[in-house]
């Protein structure tokens, strides 16, 4: 007959059996992530946590039940930063309960499977939180990172003393939009350049809602005291923007970077004329 005395409940049974249950988490964790860190590693992190969770469970400890919780969240946006995935993540909290449900079974007590029940549901939500955190932490990554993809397609670059280019590739929606007016505010602010000159050679098609924010754009330049010539109007586009019926007003358009530049260059009372050697 078994003697289960000590390991009545799971707080026991953690305390007794440390040595082996944690060198099996260890083990179950380590495989579960295949070699993205070290079993040393692994180690040094999951004894951090098996400590926490011996207190928290032992004598219902406030304090490390919040450590607990902080330490899990903080390992998970670092997986998440470090690219691991959502189970490679979680797997880390999970195998705690294989770990300690082979040790249950070697004991063969059965107060130990009475509390195994509530330490599963309490591992569960531990797992919950950790994938929470998880997740949220590789939403704000991934916005991160498109914000910043978002700067990179949008340069606004120093042409000629005077004039700003605003080269765009691809789509443009109103969160682009935002971002170019910002820039290229902000460098007609810095520059004092009288001329901006966007690009649009590389935009894919021009509908009305793109030939919109063009034009908010333009009406943003101008109340700075610049004036914004819309270059890259292919054939194409041309009839496109001619079929919708799409008005640019007053605001230069030109078919070229090349003609767009030439424009603002006579604006600033400037003429490029060919080297003649003497």
Not at 2 to 12: A, L, M, N, Q, V
């Amino acid at each position: 007959m078994s003697d289960d005395t000590g390991e009545r409940h799971i707080p026991g049974l953690l305390r007794s059996r440390r040595d082996a249950v944690l060198d099996r988490w260890v083990e179950l964790a380590t495989e579960g992530i295949h070699g993205r860190i070290t079993e040393r590693e692994m180690r040094t992190e999951l004894t951090e946590l098996y400590g926490l969770v011996e207190r928290a469970l032992g004598a219902g400890d406030g304090d490390a039940a919040g450590e607990l919780r902080a330490a899990l969240a903080e390992i998970s946006r670092n997986r998440a930063r470090q690219g691991f995935s959502p189970s490679e993540t979680a797997i880390c909290v999970f195998t705690l309960k294989r770990a300690v449900h082979e040790q249950v079974e070697a004991s063969g007590g059965g107060g130990a499977y009475a509390g195994f029940t509530e330490f599963s549901s309490y591992i569960d939500d531990l797992g919950l939180t950790t994938f929470e955190t998880y997740v949220a932490t590789r939403e704000q990554v991934i916005t991160d990172q498109a914000a910043q993809l978002l700067e990179l397609s949008t340069p606004v670059v120093k042409m000629w003393d005077g004039v700003l280019g605003v080269p765009l590739v691809g789509t443009l929606d109103s969160a682009r939009t935002q971002v170019v007016m910002e820039t290229m505010l902000q460098m007609l602010a810095d520059t004092g350049s009288r001329f901006a000159v966007i690009d649009i050679t590389g935009v894919a098609a021009v509908d009305t809602q793109v030939a919109q924010h063009l034009l908010k754009t333009a009406r943003a330049a101008r109340l700075m005291g610049a004036e914004c010539v819309i270059s890259g109007i292919r054939p194409q586009i041309a009839h496109t923007i001619a079929a919708l019926g799409i008005e640019f007003g007053d605001i230069v358009t030109k078919a070229s970077l090349a003609d767009a530049l030439a424009h603002a260059l006579r604006g600033l009372d400037l003429r490029i004329v060919a080297r003649t050697d003497a």
